[in-house]
């Protein structure tokens, strides 16, 4: 399994952007993407997971909610990361992740997620 993150930027704040995860190779039942971000000197963090296969079900941090959407097109193997209301402490790295065994309750935790894409920097300047 390999994933491509791209789409990210310097934008302003209350500006959008749009993040993409492209997933070569996935297979399995349980197939979830996860949006994770990471800051200079903070811990990675989650941000938005979809259940890929089985109902297409989303999750979203609560700092996130309401501005963020993430969406899935199976055709083009690609997972979305829409990314409306940018403010400056959403500046980060942001990593897709994928991984097709993860139980619900574990759907937020980073190192339950198997395979990693390189990370795009989104920068919201104030």
């Known amino acids: 399994v390999q994933l491509q993150a791209s789409g990210g930027g310097l934008v302003q704040a209350g500006d959008s952007l749009r993040l993409s995860c492209t997933v070569t190779g996935r297979t399995g039942m349980r197939q979830t993407v996860g949006w994770f971000r990471q800051a200079p000197g903070k811990e990675r963090e989650f941000v938005a997971a979809?259940?890929?296969?089985?109902?297409?079900?989303?999750y979203y941090a609560d700092s996130v909610k309401g501005r963020f959407t993430i969406s899935g097109d199976n055709a083009k193997n690609t997972v979305y990361l829409l990314m409306n209301s940018l403010r400056p402490e959403d500046t980060a790295v942001y990593y897709c992740?994928?991984?097709?065994?993860?139980?619900?309750?574990?759907?937020?935790?980073?190192?339950?997620?198997?395979?990693w894409g390189q990370g795009t920097q989104v920068t919201v300047s104030s």
């Open positions: 979809i259940r890929w296969t089985g109902g297409g079900n989303t």
């Open positions: 992740a994928f991984d097709s065994s993860i139980i619900l309750s574990a759907i937020r935790l980073a190192q339950q997620y198997k395979y």
